[in-house]
């Protein structure tokens, strides 16, 4: 059974950095990728950024492009997003989950399944 533990939400200022970590179990070939999303309150739960499990290949939502990094730590099996430069708007409960489709539809949340239980991450002065 695949599950997902997302951890390293905090409260930081504008312009602060943040690492979210996504430790992935039970995961199998059928599952292509990762994708990490947010859902601030009162909106839909959006794309922030996915990658493939074993090979990489980011994609990122135009929102945070050029600030939000996603990678691997493949010792830890641990999905890692560094988020720079954080913005206000930034604010949200983040989420990872993996998906079995192709990159063309990585945005597409209904692709997502196993959800973890969210980390909150504030961005205010």
């Known amino acids: 059974q695949v599950q997902l533990v997302e951890s390293g939400g905090g409260l930081v200022q504008p312009g602060g950095s943040l690492r979210l970590s996504c430790v992935v179990s039970?995961?199998?070939?059928?599952?292509?990728?990762i994708g990490w999303f947010r859902q601030a309150p009162g909106k839909e739960r959006e794309f922030v950024a996915a990658?493939?499990?074993?090979?990489?290949?980011?994609d990122y939502a135009d929102s945070v492009q050029g600030r939000f990094t996603i990678s691997k730590d493949n010792a830890q099996g641990t999905v890692l997003l560094q988020m720079n430069n954080l913005k206000p708007e930034d604010t949200a409960i983040y989420y990872c989950?993996?998906?079995?489709?192709?990159?063309?539809?990585?945005?597409?949340?209904?692709?997502?399944?196993?959800w973890g239980q969210g980390t909150q991450v504030t961005v205010s002065s």
């Open positions: 989950a993996t998906t079995r489709v192709v990159r063309s539809s990585w945005h597409d949340v209904g692709q997502y399944y196993n």
């Open positions: 039970g995961i199998t070939r059928d599952y292509l990728a």
């Open positions: 990658r493939r499990w074993s090979s990489g290949y980011p």
